[in-house]
């Protein structure tokens, strides 16, 4: 039987290039020096499609490929694909989730320490010979925080968990109230982060959520506000942010994610109160490999007939309908 024949549109681990070229016909899309011509000439024959983190697959990638039954992406957030036109046109969409959540949460504890306590900023001091100078400023603490968590999902919830250890009181706000947790639910971004002093960001991107975290938030969080951002730059103002660190409005900010990655606005690189990390939250070899792992088996149960293991919810329904 013909192995189905998949667009492999970003570079990926070995683990999972190997495995796809294992059970697949795979096109390396990103080596193709035409793509256009490419799509035009072999598109009718692609079955599938393995995204990567941020590569764009949207409707003027997916309409050229009218045999296209799945996308299976390399990461949790989706924001990058338009899983609402895949739904609307009988394509699955896959993410990965759950293999990542207790990383990217501990990764988050890890950015509010260095952030609140000044960890990279004290490692610099020390390395730079300014020790025996004088002793590193004292910092803020982690003693005197009321948690605020915007998006309590699975890893919100995992940060959750953590900061309750810390006896830290956590309060959050989403679209709908969470069951089972006791955390107290705030109906509006703006009042949450009025009612806390440490904000932590950790819902999905894409056009609901653009900049819903802008100068009113940063307002409200006030002066002694700390500001950490896991989930998707632009969920962010980022000009706004910027204007809150440098005058004061907040105290700090510790990011993993940026709006126009990998590019970091060089005002925010000059800030000694901002904490900035690379978008490695999921970045060790065991989480990323559990994810290649899952983005592989995807396209494997799907063309053996299986269905998909993690369909995105815009193409639950297709993912339902299609189950051999
Ligand atoms: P999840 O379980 O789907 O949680 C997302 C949460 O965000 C839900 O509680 C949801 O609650 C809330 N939410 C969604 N849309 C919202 C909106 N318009 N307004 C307010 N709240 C909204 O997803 P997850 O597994 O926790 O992952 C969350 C995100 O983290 C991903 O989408 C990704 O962008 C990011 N992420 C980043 C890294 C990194 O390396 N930095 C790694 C993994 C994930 P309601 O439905 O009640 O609104
Ligand atoms: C990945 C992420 O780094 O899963 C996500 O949503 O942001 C990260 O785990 C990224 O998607 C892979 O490039």
Do not use: C
């Not at 004290?122 to 948690?147: C, I, Q």
């Not at 962010?236 to 940026?258: H, P």
């Not at 901002?274 to 290649?292: D, I, K, Q």
Request: glycine share 10%.
């Amino acid at each position: 039987m013909d192995r189905p024949e998949i667009l492999q549109i970003a570079p990926a681990m070995p683990v999972v290039a190997d495995q796809l070229a294992k059970s697949f016909t795979v096109h390396r899309f990103w080596e193709s020096s035409d793509p256009d011509a490419w799509l035009a000439e072999h598109g009718h024959r692609i079955r599938g499609v393995a995204a990567g983190g941020h590569t764009p697959v949207d409707e003027s990638l997916m309409g050229r490929l009218p045999a296209l039954e799945i996308v299976s992406s390399f990461g949790v957030g989706y924001d990058q694909i338009d899983a609402r036109w895949a739904g609307e046109h009988g394509i699955v969409v896959t993410n990965t989730p759950d293999v990542l959540t207790e990383e990217v949460a501990d990764l988050t504890i890890g950015l509010v320490i260095s952030t609140v306590r000044r960890i990279p900023a004290a490692e610099r001091h020390l390395r730079e010979g300014k020790w025996p100078s004088g002793t590193f400023p004292l910092t803020a603490s982690l003693r005197d925080r009321k948690v605020g968590i915007l998006g309590l999902g699975r890893i919100g919830k995992a940060i959750a968990t953590r900061l309750e250890a810390f006896g830290l009181p956590i309060s959050y706000h989403g679209r709908t109230r969470q069951e089972g947790v006791e955390y107290s639910f705030v109906a509006d971004p703006v009042e949450l982060a009025r009612q806390v002093n440490l904000l932590i960001s950790v819902i999905p991107g894409g056009g609901a959520t653009e900049k819903l975290v802008g100068a009113e938030v940063f307002e409200a969080l006030g002066p002694n506000g700390i500001f950490i951002n896991v989930g998707r730059g632009t969920v962010v103002d980022e000009a706004a942010l910027i204007e809150a660190l440098r005058s004061g409005k907040i105290l700090g900010a510790g990011l993993d994610v940026f709006a126009d990655e990998p590019n970091v606005p060089a005002e925010l690189a000059a800030m000694d109160n901002a904490v900035l990390l690379p978008h490695v939250a999921s970045g060790t070899v065991h989480t990323r490999t559990a994810m290649g792992q899952l983005q592989v088996d995807n396209l494997i149960s799907w063309f053996a007939g299986r269905g998909a293991l993690t369909p995105v919810a815009e193409t639950a329904a297709v993912a339902a309908r299609e189950k051999k």
